[in-house]
């Protein structure tokens, strides 16, 4: 029965809620965290040098006044002495017209006391001293001469008010020059990650397709190795993109034809009239499966080969050993063929690189000498090491036809097969050899064997 839409409605109503969405946290901005830093640097700084600055003027300034009240008790003692007084009481400057001024006689007759209801205790205490009047705090510095005895006194609070109020002043460019510090940081850190956000646009920009090296011109010191190492990135993804793109267009072509045979030969299977016929069938069936299998094992190394990273560092590897292991699996497909695969290698021999693909090249070395060497031949494998001035050598010979000389590149070559070569190769074994001769940065030679006559490959590391 179909689904009505009251039934529809009925179940969307019984299906559980979605469940709720977490929202990530949203990562931190490296530049909010710098300029924010730098901001809160700024102002501490900006504060600690207003405090400094204002206690450093405060006490500059109560320095200043108890300067300013001992000049003026000093003019005053040396005009009465000269016997001026009225002169010496119009000096007075007008700054100090706030302060109790008194003279004494050494008698103890006041001789002069400043127009104020407030007066001293006429037992002073020579110099600067702290005394209070009528509840207020004073500052008073006093003077005795052979016949007076000057007092100057100043209110604190109003010292203290006055020296506030210039230190204020002095903290004021502090205040004013804070703010505008704090901008020229933002300003800065803006500039200095712009290089940053260039490069994010950059690859912001690209296409899916686009695996071409960032510009690295004009970029800082501390950014270039970051972009360097993406660069590096970007061709490692280039070249395994490269050989992926090869091998879904070599499989595409290559596995045509074998597929096409494998299925006249399942067809010629089901045709055939008697059991004779039938085996015969099933054995080329069986065969061609094998090649077809060997083809796609090919495929896949020679793309693994091509698309290799070379991050991991190389590392000595034991070329005798690895020469010991690959005659020892090919030892039985040469004694089905008759074939003396023989082994000269020293006790230890040992080059830089990677022992899985060396492996695999000599592998395909081996193979490919068993391939194309005939029954009754002979396939000789030789390692040499490192000596003075050369460097480690693998070396496979064989007593086969060979290859021409104007042909002995072009077999490195994917799917190239030497005109008039025997056998049912992929044309893909030599093009995986010189893949990771390549890798490995050592020199690949083709030439006739002079011992066996026939084909020589040589893979040499420098020395």
Request: proline content about 6%; glycine content about 8%; some cysteine.
């Amino acid at each position: 029965m179909p689904d009505t839409p009251d039934s529809i409605a009925a179940c969307a109503r019984h299906e559980p809620a979605a469940a709720p969405k977490h929202h990530e946290k949203r990562p931190s901005s490296l530049r909010g965290r710098l300029t924010r830093a730098l901001l809160v640097a700024v102002l501490l700084i900006a504060c600690a040098q207003a405090l400094v600055t204002y206690r450093t003027a405060r006490q500059d300034t109560e320095a200043l006044f108890d300067a300013q009240m001992q000049r003026i008790a000093i003019s005053l003692t040396g005009s009465l002495a000269a016997g001026d007084q009225a002169g010496g009481l119009a000096s007075v400057p007008a700054s100090a017209q706030d302060m109790i001024i008194q003279i004494w006689r050494a008698d103890g007759l006041m001789l002069y006391r400043s127009p104020t209801s407030r007066l001293l205790p006429p037992q002073a205490v020579i110099g600067f001293s702290d005394l209070r009047v009528d509840g207020d705090a004073y500052r008073v510095y006093a003077l005795q001469t052979s016949t007076q005895i000057v007092q100057v006194a100043q209110q604190t609070e109003a010292r203290r008010e006055m020296a506030g109020q210039l230190a204020l002043r002095a903290v004021l460019p502090v205040a004013l020059l804070a703010p505008l510090l704090m901008l020229v940081v933002w300003w800065v850190v803006g500039r200095a990650l712009a290089p940053v956000e260039r490069v994010r646009r950059q690859v912001a920009a690209r296409r899916a397709d686009d695996l071409a090296p960032l510009p690295t011109a004009g970029l800082p010191a501390e950014l270039r190795p970051l972009v360097d190492e993406m660069n590096g990135l970007l061709g490692r993804l280039a070249a395994a993109w490269a050989a992926l793109t090869h091998f879904t267009a070599d499989a595409a072509h290559e596995l045509r034809s074998p597929l096409a045979a494998l299925r006249l030969q399942v067809q010629s299977v089901q045709r055939a009239p008697d059991e004779a016929a039938r085996q015969l069938a099933g054995e080329r069936l069986l065969g061609g499966i094998d090649r077809a299998t060997r083809l796609v094992e090919q495929l896949l190394a020679l793309a693994r080969q091509e698309g290799a990273e070379r991050a991991a560092p190389p590392v000595p590897v034991d070329l005798a050993a690895l020469a010991r292991s690959a005659v020892a699996d090919a030892a039985g497909e040469a004694a089905r063929r008759g074939i003396a695969l023989a082994l000269d290698a020293p006790d230890e021999a040992t080059a830089q690189g990677q022992p899985d693909a060396l492996a695999v090249l000599l592998r395909n070395l081996v193979d490919n000498a068993l391939r194309y060497t005939p029954e009754g031949g002979q396939v000789r494998v030789r390692v040499q090491s490192a000596g003075a001035g050369t460097g480690a050598a693998l070396l496979v010979e064989d007593s086969g036809p060979g290859i021409a000389p104007e042909d002995r590149q072009r077999v490195l070559d994917r799917f190239y097969r030497a005109p008039g070569a025997a056998g049912h190769g992929s044309g893909l074994g030599l093009a995986i050899v010189s893949a990771i001769a390549r890798q490995h940065e050592a020199a690949l030679q083709l030439d006739a064997s002079p011992v066996l006559g026939g084909l020589r490959v040589a893979l040499r590391w420098p020395g």
